[in-house]
């Protein structure tokens, strides 16, 4: 449009500028002018300038805006092309990422799930070896109280026959009696007896 613009104005221009000579001339000036000046060429400056004029605009009408156009409609289908890429690469972005996320917490549900099933055979574990140590040492405990009560049986049996001896030869050796072996043991006995009465009490 501006160039059409400025192809009108050209006439108004050369006519403007012709004026001030054209009017001396026509006043009976001597001094010869410049040609295209001339009223009496203005005809065919005026001719030519059209055809220039109309040759200048079918080149700029078939051949130079068409161009202008095909260009303009190349750039614009290769920009929406690219913007229809960066959506659908922006929707197939997002859609990854929703999988993700998905597929992150699931993860996350299933650890959380083998570890409170871990934690839970663990326990189990735990307890049950627990349980069998507890047992084996009750078994300890047992067997080592029974050999503490056999042992301790096997003492008092002994002491009984120590101090039962040891009671016969105080006898005979203080009062000059004679006490048999069975007597100096219940008298053992007995005193064993009211021993253990006081430990228990």
């Known amino acids: 449009m501006r160039q059409r613009k400025s192809y009108r104005l050209v006439p108004l ?5 012709a004026m001030p000579h054209a009017t001396a001339l026509a006043a009976g000036a001597s001094e010869p ?3 295209q000046l001339d009223i ?3 005809p065919s400056q005026l001719f030519w300038l059209v055809v220039l004029f109309a040759a200048g605009y079918v080149v700029m009408a078939k051949i130079v805006t068409p161009r202008i156009g095909t260009v303009l409609e190349e750039r ?5 092309g690219d ?3 960066a959506r659908h690469a922006s929707a197939e972005a997002a859609t990854i990422r929703e999988k993700y996320e998905a597929d ?5 549900g299933e ?3 083998v570890a409170r099933e871990a934690a839970a055979e663990a326990s189990k574990n735990a307890e049950a070896a627990e349980a069998k140590t507890a047992k084996k040492l009750a078994e300890k405990v047992a067997k080592a109280e029974a050999k503490l009560a056999e042992a301790k049986n096997s003492a008092l049996a002994n002491l009984n026959e120590v101090a ?4 016969i030869e105080a006898v005979s050796q203080v009062a000059g009696l004679t006490a048999t072996a069975a007597q100096a043991g219940k008298t053992a006995d007995k005193i064993a007896a009211g021993m253990a009465k006081q430990e228990a009490n």
């Open 76 to 80: 614009r289908q290769t920009v929406e």
């Open 40 to 42: 009496a060429t203005w």
């Open 111 to 113: 650890a959380a799930d």
């Open 83 to 85: 913007l229809d890429k």
């Open 164 to 167: 039962a001896a040891a009671a």
């Open 104 to 108: 992150l917490n699931k993860a996350r």
């Open 33 to 35: 002018g410049l040609p």
């Open 13 to 17: 221009a050369i006519a403007a500028m």
